[in-house]
């Protein structure tokens, strides 16, 4: 169990993480400098990632102590941290370039950085993607800032959080990124002209890129100057999401989105479940490590800290936006958890069945994860099973917001 101190440190953590994030101005970004740009206006950004305390060594030692980054952690924040979109280069067999456009679909003003397609040139991409909702290219990552309901250290906040924690769940792991702000006016520009183009001027994301159009046009005079912009208003602030790949809408655990949404939440089978106060030791199941066991009991501990997480954190946006992956996982000896994300078997590879089957449940849409035979046989023989993963990949929407789930109850 949590001690008080250690809890007391949490919260001055994540508080430290917002007023590091809110100061107007900072000689030095916040975490560890990965990557370093200049702006065509000869503006300096960066790209940083915030470190994570460790409360155990902090706690002992009575100074901050940070934990060290995974190999994931280090290898997705050299990905997105290494998206140049000043760099004028197309994309070849040895070089993947990227590009910048106005995210266009949803609510959320943000930045979608995708990968620029061989076929396409830049000069194309910009003039023609660009203007359209669904963008061609791999996406690296998304942009956002505090706007609308967006928070830059909810969304820098929560994968640290839960590491803290030490949670199960999946989370893609954030980082810290400014831009010239110039050069964010040109973007906002294009997406202000686009969402009205596209979903009409009344539409709820043409308002949203009105809003930081406006900011980015007179930062002196936007009530939200603090949270968005630094060095005397150049650069502006907010957090890179690296995107995810195969996750599927976590219906289940998700409950109904007609209506309230945080109280439908709570007749879910598993909120049921979790908040029981039956023991566990009276369910009738088996101490196995099987399929079946392994999924209910990974649920529930991902429910229960779903539940912790979006109260300590006033998440305002969680329901309908839960996502799973599917993982092979692994009960180690040590009481631990491996996880091995799951390969999909290709289209080419699909049996007649098979593609009769996946072709159905994308016109139902269903999701089918039809596996990856040669994977599937050699982590089964190793005692792996297969299990739905829950990941929260939208938790932009925290820390300053109204709190939906003490709202619920």
């Not at 370039?97 to 106005?102: G, S």
């Not at 839960?162 to 050069?183: H, N, V």
């Not at 809003?211 to 650069?235: A, W, Y």
Request: net charge neutral; glycine share 6%; charged share 25%.
């Amino acid at each position: 169990m949590k001690t008080p101190q250690k809890y007391a440190l949490i919260f001055i953590s994540l508080s430290l993480c917002g007023a590091a994030l809110s100061a107007p101005k900072t000689e030095t970004p916040p975490g560890e400098i990965q990557t370093s740009f200049e702006s065509p206006n000869e503006i300096s950004e960066f790209c940083s990632l915030p470190r994570i305390l460790n409360t155990e060594g902090s706690l002992a030692g009575g100074a901050n102590v940070f934990a060290a980054f995974t190999a994931a952690d280090l290898k997705s924040t050299q990905k997105v941290c290494a998206a140049d979109f000043y760099d004028t280069r197309e994309s070849t067999d040895d070089v993947t370039a990227a590009v910048a456009c106005p995210k266009l679909g949803s609510t959320n003003p943000g930045v979608m950085i995708h990968e620029l397609p061989k076929t396409i040139t830049r000069a194309k991409y910009l003039a023609e993607e660009c203007k359209k909702e669904d963008q061609a290219g791999d996406m690296i990552a998304k942009f956002k800032q505090s706007v609308s309901c967006s928070s830059t250290p909810a969304i820098l906040g929560y994968p640290r959080m839960a590491r803290i924690l030490g949670t199960q769940i999946e989370f893609p792991f954030t980082t810290y990124r400014s831009m010239d702000r110039l050069k964010h006016l040109e973007i906002a520009t294009e997406g202000k002209a686009s969402a009205v183009r596209l979903q009409g001027a009344t539409s709820l994301i043409a308002q949203t890129w009105g809003m930081i159009l406006s900011d980015d046009t007179n930062p002196s005079k936007s009530r939200r100057r603090s949270v968005l912009f630094k060095e005397e208003d150049s650069l502006l602030f907010g957090a890179l999401v690296p995107d995810t790949k195969g996750e599927e809408v976590y219906y289940y655990a998700n409950g109904s989105t007609i209506g309230d949404r945080a109280a439908k939440f709570q007749l879910t089978v598993p909120f049921a479940q979790v908040s029981s106060a039956t023991p566990v030791s009276q369910w009738g199941m088996s101490k196995d490590f099987t399929q079946a066991n392994a999924q209910k009991m990974i649920l529930l501990r991902e429910e229960g800290d779903l539940i912790v997480l979006d109260t300590m954190l006033n998440q305002q946006d969680r329901f309908g936006n839960l996502h799973y992956r599917e993982f092979y996982v692994k009960l180690m000896e040590d009481g631990s958890l491996d996880w091995i994300l799951g390969k999909k078997k290709k289209d080419a590879d699909l049996t007649a069945a098979e593609r009769t089957a996946s072709t159905a449940a994308k016109k139902a849409k269903k999701p089918l994860f039809i596996p990856e035979v040669e994977q599937k046989e050699t982590l089964t023989a190793k005692g792996y099973v297969r299990v739905q993963r829950m990941l929260l990949k939208d938790n932009d929407c925290g820390v300053s917001k109204e709190n939906k789930m003490v709202e619920a109850n």
